[in-house]
């Protein structure tokens, strides 16, 4: 991966992958190796995108996928893993960000399905229906019911 | 009043500076780590295999009157496990000290000396293999019998004019020639077929991580 492919193509985007994989795991030394592997993910699979979808799309795409077989590998390994549910005084990325909101929402986040972190992420970030169902891979008419839900769940966690 | 997830996300990435993106640093060192583990644990499994086989093969081979296979079994077996002893003290040697790159590339010319060994070796392996059970057969002693000289007889039976040479079937030592022949030219890709079955998928996910870490360096 050329510092150039990184600075144009992956840098201003790494908001996206910053998000997505705090969802993904429960410390600092995880959220590294999973923002690497993201990175190395969209430079190898780059040759791959469709010019008709917006890099962004793919972005939130690979960051999704390589999230979860990363949490599937660790799952395999009898690791600890983000969905396991672990108490936020155990889980050391409830201080990741300054805002102390923003830090119990993700930790209310992190207590979802794997799929239902990537819908509510993607939701949060203002993706349409259709593009959400794009990424995850599921039919668009049943994402709207899904979010209302997840809203729903993540009210109760936050209360 | 109670803010929305919606305001709580947009007002928390607002405020924060925690959308810093970490330093890509030595992307392979935990891959590069694992994939080495992941061999070295097959390797000595591999090798209890081997060894725990030799010490099978020599009772039962005494128990079923074929002592020679046995015993120049355990011999084959043990020589084996001796030769990749090498292998393994250099797998010990190397660490992941400097960097992936160069762990890397130290674990692959390991491989690919082992690859090189495993073929040349199989190329006398096969054969002796063959003609170890085939003359561990012969001159077993099954029953008080020698199988070899019962055979002959039986044979002599059904075809009396049947050339033989020194006591054994003309056509039969030209076929195990024959088959010794074949076993000695294709040994070193059975050999290669034979690692590929334990070994392909972590030596081809090497190759990808090498070429990939060369491309990255480039």
């Known amino acids: ?159 | 009043m109670e803010k929305s997830i919606e305001t709580i996300w947009k007002e928390g990435f607002l405020k924060s500076d925690a959308l810093v993106a970490p330093k890509l640093n030595d992307l392979y060192n935990q891959k590069s780590i694992h994939i080495v583990d992941k061999f070295k644990r097959m390797y000595r499994i591999n090798r209890i295999a081997i060894v725990v086989f030799a010490f099978i093969v020599l009772p039962v081979s005494f128990i079923s009157g074929m002592p020679y296979v046995g015993i120049l079994m355990f011999i084959l077996f043990n020589f084996i496990v001796i030769v990749s002893g090498k292998f393994k003290r250099k797998l010990e040697k190397i660490a992941p000290g400097v960097s992936s790159y160069q762990y890397l590339s130290s674990f692959d010319t390991i491989i690919k000396d082992l690859v090189r060994t495993n073929t040349k070796l199989s190329r006398y392996f096969y054969p002796y293999i063959f003609i170890t059970i085939l003359l561990g057969f012969w001159f077993g002693d099954i029953g008080g019998n020698i199988p070899g000289e019962e055979f002959v007889a039986e044979l002599l039976i059904d075809y009396p004019d049947m050339h033989l040479i020194f006591g054994l079937p003309l056509y039969g030592v030209l076929g195990a020639l024959l088959i010794l022949l074949l076993l000695a030219f294709f040994g070193g890709k059975i050999g290669q077929w034979d690692l590929n079955l334990v070994y392909s998928g972590i030596i081809k996910k090497l190759e990808k991580m090498i070429l990939e870490m060369e491309e990255l360096r480039a």
């Not at chain 1, 923002?35 to 008709?52: K, T």
């Open chain 1, 1 to 159: 991966m050329s510092s150039d492919f990184y600075t144009t193509q992956i840098l201003p985007y790494a908001a996206i992958i910053i998000k997505m994989c705090r969802a993904y795991t429960n410390s600092q030394e995880d959220f590294e190796d999973y923002y690497q592997e993201v990175c190395l993910q969209i430079w190898r699979s780059h040759n791959n995108f469709n010019q008709q979808a917006e890099w962004s799309t793919w972005v939130y795409r690979i960051s999704l996928n390589v999230c979860l077989t990363l949490l599937k590998k660790k799952k395999n390994n009898g690791q600890h893993f983000a969905s396991d549910y672990l108490p936020p005084e155990l889980v050391e990325d409830s201080h990741a960000f300054g805002d102390e909101s923003l830090n119990q929402l993700y930790d209310a986040i992190r207590q979802l399905s794997e799929i239902d972190r990537g819908v509510i992420m993607l939701y949060l970030e203002e993706k349409s229906y259709q593009e959400i169902a794009d990424i995850i891979g599921t039919n668009p008419n049943n994402i709207g019911v899904r979010i209302k839900r997840i809203k729903e769940r993540l009210k109760k966690i936050l209360n």
